[in-house]
């Protein structure tokens, strides 16, 4: 095993394409672990060599049954991450396969400028009947590209639906119109009418005088522009009755609520990518992504769309996050670390690894920001690394929160280690008689209060934390806690309206009260007397630094 593996990390990093490929013709007859220590090399291999061999991999007569799978799923990562790699899919997955990548081709199409493989995408998309991508592709129809254009006519031509004749008689109302799209439109209606024409005769239906061709039903979308608009005013609660009512039309608004991802406006932002978290609409997926390959994002705007694609059951691919590892910012960090941890790819795997491994002070920070963020799969899948190992050993032992000690304890009683569990268990008790008294954290993201576990831990306080404003408040009655902090906007009301509810049982002296906001551009007059009035001690944009958080602790 040794030598099979030693003798192929060493042929691609040497760039010895043919040795690599007479090795991989023997992949079929190695074992599961060799097999996925050759995908693991693949995974980080440079972009060159990774293409010519994921290609030779991919081919029918080298396929394995037992890790094509994964091959694709590779494959896709690493087309996440340079569009060349998806001709591979293209020139060897099937329309099934192809299908479940429709988020990658609709990336490519959004974000790739090279002519050829764009040609190759629109193709693959017309040949292979991809219909999900129907109104993509018809977008390149008015772009100043009469090569492209003639392209996205052809493709809609062979993906041959009815929502693709739609499309094109759109475009024939257009100043895009020309004789190409007027004789496509005959083409493609005249086959349309003779499948139904075909299609009744086979059910020995009464056939009407001339079938007609099924035209998707026309609803008049109402436009939630003004509400979409209003996430960005001035006004707190012209913001918080936007978010709420956009909130009741759940996926009615998120195309709305996608295409106006790139406003530019901070807060307008902050409050899409959140409203998106609760509907969780797939093709919002490839907007998310490109808010955060944009033009330098703040580190809030990427904190905000990883907390968004975390809320996803899972994502195509992920590869495009693992930079996200590399963040300085803990919190956008651990937002992106969150992510990885429901997408664990072999890609994602492999990346992982190498940074924890690194020997540097980036993979030490790495590894205590996966043990803070409570990343299990991350954990299990790292029990294979003694750099991981020893990192783990020194942080719990120090100075790690005691919610990241007791969640590192659950993982060890699975693996039944019982005397490693006892020292950290001892370690816990000290760390928790240490403590100063508890806040009380609000958010609706788990990130946010994993985050204020580590801040509050550092300063020397417990945490308990909730995700509903009405959990958190039975607590608060039954128990006073040191403070409160909170999100601006809950689930169910704003900052405000908590806090005069804390305040009709402790006054401001007694349990201090903190609105940590991810927005930041309001009416600072009407924001003052919202504060006073509601008996608001502090507002801080988050994440507050730790010589504010020290300050709330004493």
């Known amino acids: ?33 060799e097999k996925m220590g050759a995908l693991h090399v693949l995974a980080l291999a440079p972009d060159k060599i990774a293409i010519e ?10 396929q394995d049954p037992d890790i094509f799978p994964r091959v694709v799923q590779l494959v896709t990562d690493r087309a996440h991450l340079n569009f060349k790699f998806a001709q591979i899919l293209y020139d060897h997955a099937g329309r099934d396969t192809l299908l479940q990548a429709a988020p990658l081709l609709k990336h490519v199409l959004i974000n790739e400028t090279d002519t050829d493989i764009l040609t190759a995408t629109l193709r693959t998309i017309g040949e292979e009947k991809l219909e999900p991508l129907t109104d993509d592709v018809a977008e390149f129809i008015f772009y100043d590209d009469d090569y492209l254009k003639a392209e996205a006519i052809y493709a809609l031509e062979k993906i041959g639906t009815p929502m693709a004749l739609n499309r094109l008689e759109q475009c024939a109302q257009t100043q895009k119109c020309d004789a190409n799209i007027l004789e496509t439109i005959n083409d493609l209606r005249a086959k349309l009418e003779a499948k139904a024409e075909e299609d009744e005769t086979e059910a020995q239906a009464p056939a009407p005088a001339k079938a007609s061709v099924p035209v998707p039903e026309k ?33 009615q608004v998120s195309k709305d609520l996608a295409k106006n991802l790139k406003t530019g406006d901070h807060d307008m932002m902050i409050n899409i990518l959140r409203l998106l978290s609760r509907t969780i609409p797939r093709d919002a997926v490839s907007n998310i992504f490109s808010v955060m390959t944009g033009n330098k994002p703040e580190p809030n705007i990427k904190f905000a769309a990883y907390l968004t694609l975390a809320s996803f059951p899972e994502l195509e691919s992920a590869a495009a996050i693992v930079k996200g590892l590399s963040e300085s910012a803990m919190h956008v960090r651990m937002a992106a670390v969150k992510v990885l941890d429901k997408n664990l790819t072999d890609y994602v795997c492999a990346e992982i690894k190498n940074k924890i491994e690194s020997g540097t002070k980036t993979g030490e920070q790495l590894g ?165 009035a509601s008996g608001v001690n502090f507002m801080y944009n988050f994440p507050p630094k730790p010589n504010q958080v020290k300050s709330w602790v004493n």
């Open 1 to 33: 095993m040794v030598d099979y593996l030693g003798s192929f990390k060493q042929s691609v990093i040497t760039s010895r394409v043919g040795k690599a490929k007479d090795l991989l013709k023997d992949l079929k007859s190695k074992d599961q672990d």
């Open 53 to 62: 061999l994921l290609d030779f991999l991919a081919q029918k007569q080298n």
């Open 219 to 251: 609803h008049e979308q109402p436009d939630h522009g003004r509400l979409v608009e209003q996430l960005g005013s001035s006004q707190i609660d012209k913001r918080y009755e936007a978010f709420i009512k956009l909130s009741e039309l759940g996926t």
């Open 368 to 532: 205590e920001t996966i043990l803070d963020a409570q990343a299990n799969n991350i954990i299990e899948y790292l029990t294979i690394s003694d750099s991981f190992s020893y990192i783990t050993s020194n942080y719990l032992s120090k100075n790690a929160p005691v919610p990241t000690l007791d969640n590192y304890i659950h993982v060890l009683e699975k693996r039944k280690l019982k005397s490693t569990v006892k020292k950290y268990k001892s370690i816990k008790k000290e760390r928790e008689n240490n403590k100063k008294g508890a806040f009380v954290v609000i958010s609706s993201a788990d990130t946010i209060l994993k985050i204020y576990e580590k801040l509050l831990s550092f300063a020397g306080c417990s945490t308990e934390t909730f995700s509903s404003s009405q959990d958190a408040f039975e607590t608060i009655v039954s128990k006073q806690p040191k403070g409160v902090i909170c999100d601006l906007f809950l689930n169910d009301m704003t900052a405000f309206d908590f806090a005069r509810e804390v305040r009709q049982i402790y006054p401001k002296e007694d349990v201090v009260f903190i609105i940590s906001a991810l927005q930041r551009n309001w009416d600072k007059d009407m924001i003052k007397k919202e504060l006073d």
